[in-house]
């Protein structure tokens, strides 16, 4: 079994101050990350992913994610955010797979709020 | 790359009529398609995973009866909406994901609004 919680389900950000999405997961097995963003009435666009290797992971428009095994956390940041930034993400979890696909669970989503 | 598209963006339909999304990758071929709905304010729900030429998968609470999907190409699946009434309308997301990669492409979404 797997989950997904993010803290938040809306933050606000001014333009050009940190951005910090939390993002806790739980799995059973060895999961695979996801960040991904959704504009408004629009689909989902891959941030970023963390599947093996090196645990911070570097993403499109200047994120990044750090997964913390021990904290069971992959929270998303950036430095400073842009207006552009505004929308919804969603944090996302699978099992590592040896084989064959695995279903992906999203969280509830966080709508960022960037102040001009 | 790896392009998905959602036919129509939106629709209006009155209760009781049939509605018909399709689901295209554009310049590759899914083996795997997924349908998600969303509504307003929540996450994405998985509704049914499809492989081309084989039934779909439907998770547990999804009516297949009134969901039907069909991936008869490698490029095109398609979710009807039988029956629809007010409370299917909702925000429908498909997604298609190509053999040994994981990784999902999301398209569009389609708005249905039953009246």
């Known amino acids: 079994a797997q989950s997904v919680t993010q803290l938040g389900s809306h933050v606000s950000v001014s333009e050009g101050a940190l951005v910090l999405l939390r993002c806790n997961y739980s799995s059973s097995v060895p999961p695979y990350l996801f960040w991904y963003v959704q504009y408004p009435n629009q689909g989902l666009q891959l941030l970023l992913k963390y599947t093996t290797g090196a645990t911070l992971v570097k993403g499109i428009n200047g994120f990044e994610a750090e997964f913390k095994k021990s904290e069971t956390s992959f929270h998303l940041t950036k430095p400073s955010a842009h207006m552009s930034d505004a929308a919804e993400y969603f944090c996302a979890v699978s099992p590592a797979h040896s084989g064959g696909y695995q279903k992906v669970t999203f969280g509830t989503g966080t709508k960022l709020q960037v102040i001009p | 790359g790896a392009v998905v598209s959602q036919h129509p963006s939106w629709v209006i339909c009155k209760s009781g009529t049939s509605v018909k999304i399709e689901c295209r990758s554009l310049?590759?071929?899914?083996?795997?398609m997924f349908w998600y709905r969303q509504f307003p304010k929540q996450s994405l729900m998985l509704m049914a995973t499809?492989?081309?030429?084989?039934?779909?998968?439907?998770e547990q609470g999804v009516e297949k009866d009134k969901f039907l999907i069909n991936h008869a190409s490698l490029t095109l699946s398609t979710l009807t909406v039988t029956s629809a009434h007010p409370e299917d309308s909702s925000f429908y997301i498909c997604?298609?994901?190509?053999?040994?990669?994981?990784?999902?492409?999301f398209g569009p979404g389609t708005r249905l609004t039953v009246t």
């Open positions: 310049d590759f071929q899914a083996t795997t």
């Open positions: 499809s492989n081309e030429g084989s039934k779909a998968t439907y």
């Open positions: 997604s298609a994901r190509i053999t040994g990669i994981y990784e999902q492409y």
